[in-house]
């Protein structure tokens, strides 16, 4: 028995991979019910205590804080995907990718639409997701493509 025959070997990587993906999904759970809960919160104690105005840009905020715990349950949705299947789900990436960026065009700052690069490089960011996640959907006429452990496609 070879102890490093490249069948044995890769099975060790393939199982630290796992218990990595592993643990990482409990931590990223773990802090998506702590983030949800403070902005429960966080958010009752100013609605009950009538302490902000909500269009001072306390709104934005909250939808900020909103979308990234809906980016990181995306997230918790990729390694959970790569858990069951063994494979990177790219629609999944690509879909959390253009919320990510939605995100950051939702809570832009008041005057940052007057910076004509920054919203080009936004405008082509969502166009460039768009467009390989529409390829991909095509590409799979309906179905889930992903990237195999060797980098090739799949259809699930």
């Known amino acids: 028995m070879d102890l490093f025959s490249d069948k044995r070997f890769l099975g060790a990587i393939h199982n630290y991979e796992r218990q990595l ?4 999904a ?5 802090v998506i019910g702590f983030a949800t ?5 966080q958010s009752g104690v100013k609605v009950i205590q009538w302490q902000t105005d909500w269009f001072d840009g306390s ?7 909103l979308l ?3 980016i990181a349950l995306e997230v918790l949705q990729n390694v959970t995907a790569y858990l069951r299947d063994q494979v990177v789900q790219i629609e999944l990436v690509l879909l959390t990718a253009l919320t990510a960026v939605a995100r950051k065009v939702i809570v832009l ?6 910076k004509a ?5 936004f405008g082509l960011i969502v166009v460039g997701l768009a467009a390989a996640y529409w390829l991909i959907r ?7 493509r992903a990237l195999d452990a060797d980098g090739q496609m799949s259809g699930k």
């Open 117 to 121: 690069p920054l919203m080009a490089g």
């Open 109 to 114: 700052p008041p005057g940052a639409e007057d």
């Open 138 to 144: 095509m590409a799979g006429q309906g179905t889930h």
């Open 68 to 70: 990234l715990i809906f």
């Open 59 to 65: 709104l934005i905020k909250l939808l900020d804080r």
């Open 37 to 41: 809960v403070e902005l429960l919160l």
């Open 26 to 30: 409990l931590l990223l759970a773990v």
């Open 21 to 24: 993906a592993k643990i990482l």
